[in-house]
């Protein structure tokens, strides 16, 4: 604790301030009155409080130096060449799970909906969401349209006399994914209403048709959903064969 040589204080409670110019900071201390700050005069003023300022000089705020900033770049050019590839490959691969989750639901849905109907459920490629595609390229990723195939000609005819029910509606699904199909379901895939499946092409054995679903990175990183003659569905990786566009 410093002290420091001032008067007595004239009244009982009187705040004192003193300045001191040689140190090298701002700073507020507090410091008691004793014996030797107020003339000998012992037990008097013992106990009271002065506010002593001491006013320093200024520290020069310094900046950052050249090679501070180079350090400081350079690590963070680094801590970015590492971390962003990984984050895109996190986004591709919770893009790529829902998308797989997404299609294979709207599959499980027609099926349970040609079971639980007694009806022929037809799931068509669109790419306007009113009508189905006619063309046979088994593009997919443009969307799709769930509906009750009363006449069962696989087209979806809203209008009457058919009044057919639309159970869903899908668009295009998310950039940089393709969902594609190029064996039995180039433009629909049917389930009748014992849950067996078939498409617009008359294909033969188990495995009725593969859809395949792929992003940038190519078919290393794909997702491939086979439809079974029975009506059910598996995921699977690349086997020799497959192939992305």
Not at 23 to 28: C, H, I, S, W
Not at 122 to 147: K, L, M, P
Request: hydrophobic share 40%; glycine share 10%; proline share 3%.
């Amino acid at each position: 604790m410093h002290r420091a040589s001032i008067a007595a204080p004239r009244w009982p409670g009187e705040v004192l301030r003193v300045d001191r110019l040689n140190a090298p900071t701002v700073r507020r201390e507090i410091a008691t009155v004793g014996p030797e700050d107020t003339g000998g005069q012992e037990g008097v003023f013992v106990g009271f409080k002065l506010q002593i300022y001491r006013v320093r000089a200024m520290n020069r705020i310094r900046g950052f130096t050249l090679i501070e900033l180079i350090v400081t770049v350079a690590i963070a050019a680094i801590l970015l060449t590492i971390g962003v590839p990984s984050f895109q490959t996190m986004i591709l691969n919770n893009t790529r799970v829902a998308q797989t989750n997404e299609f294979l639901g709207i599959l499980n849905m027609a099926r349970s909906e040609a079971i639980k109907r007694g009806s022929r459920v037809v799931i068509c490629r669109s790419v306007n969401g009113n009508s189905c595609a006619t063309d046979t390229t088994g593009v997919w990723e443009g969307g799709w349209i769930a509906f009750v195939d009363r006449n069962q000609n696989g087209v979806l005819n809203a209008g009457a006399p058919d009044n057919e029910e639309v159970l869903k509606i899908q668009s295009s699904i998310a950039n940089k994914f393709t969902l594609r199909s190029g064996s039995a379901f180039t433009q629909w895939i049917a389930y009748r209403p014992n849950g067996t499946s078939e498409g617009n092409v008359v294909a033969s054995g188990n495995i009725l048709g593969t859809f395949s679903l792929c992003d940038k990175r190519g078919v290393d990183h794909a997702r491939f959903v086979e439809v079974t003659n029975t009506g059910r569905t598996n995921v699977r990786e690349k086997e020799t064969g497959d192939a992305c566009p």
